[in-house]
């Protein structure tokens, strides 16, 4: 089944330590994104890539990277820069042109300990 | 945008009852949204869609109503079922600089009371 995989789906980090979470995509899609989702709030935009070895930063890129060496895979890492990055961490992919076929992942949360 | 970062408005209603969630949104070069439904510790699924140049979109159980006048959405659950209990999103989909990405909104949470 085609689909996007995040791993893994529970996280801990200690304060001053970088993570990087996974997301693998089998879909042949285009573009993959990263969003994070704090408790009871929406979905906010991290970083987005269209093609392969090129990407964008969202609303809220301080404190992240990521990198995009493979169509199928869109790693985010998670620095000690980001102040506050106890969160839900959503990855989505999409054919590139248009909406159509937007697909989320299940999500990671990252909890900071 | 949306106003992120507000904590969810929650609406309860009664099993079989109709459900009306309602959206704003700013963009008014906007010409694609979408409404997803989040079950806790998932992601986002996809529910229905409407173009600009439609007022009304139905699906199974849901329909979609479109305001671009006063820039409104809202997505009209009938005969609403326990499994409906979720978080419902808008997002719009902008295309900055030829990119393209999904805004979303805050966000309500349906509650189902049996």
């Known amino acids: 089944d085609g689909g996007i995989t995040q791993s893994p789906k529970y996280l801990f980090r200690k304060e001053g330590q970088n993570v990087t979470l996974s997301c693998e995509q089998n879909?042949?899609?285009?573009?993959m994104y990263w969003y994070r989702q704090d408790p009871g709030q929406g979905l906010r935009l991290i970083y987005y890539?269209?093609?392969?070895?090129?990407?964008q930063k969202g609303d809220i890129a301080e404190g992240y990277s990521v990198s995009r060496e493979k169509k199928e895979s869109f790693p985010l890492t998670v620095t000690s820069a980001q102040k506050n990055p106890t969160a839900f961490y959503l990855c989505?992919?999409?054919?590139?042109?248009?909406?159509?076929?937007?697909?989320f992942g299940s999500g990671t949360r990252l909890t900071v300990v | 945008g949306e106003n992120v970062g507000l904590h969810l408005p929650t609406l309860s209603v009664q099993e079989g009852d109709n459900s009306i969630i309602n959206c704003a949104y700013s963009n008014s070069a906007s010409d694609y949204f979408i409404w997803y439904k989040q079950e806790s510790g998932k992601g986002p699924q996809f529910i229905i869609d409407?173009?600009?140049?439609?007022d009304k979109r139905q699906g199974q159980r849901v329909t979609v109503l479109l305001n671009k006048t006063v820039k409104h959405l809202s997505l009209q659950i009938a005969a609403t079922q326990p499994g409906d209990s979720a978080v419902y999103f808008c997002a719009d989909f902008e295309t900055p600089d030829s990119s393209y990405k999904l805004i979303f909104g805050s966000g309500t949470r349906l509650l189902v009371r049996p």
């Open positions: 989505a992919s999409s054919p590139g042109q248009g909406a159509l076929g937007y697909t």
């Open positions: 879909l042949n899609h285009d573009a």
């Open positions: 890539s269209q093609i392969v070895n090129d990407f």
């Open positions: 409407i173009r600009s140049n439609m």
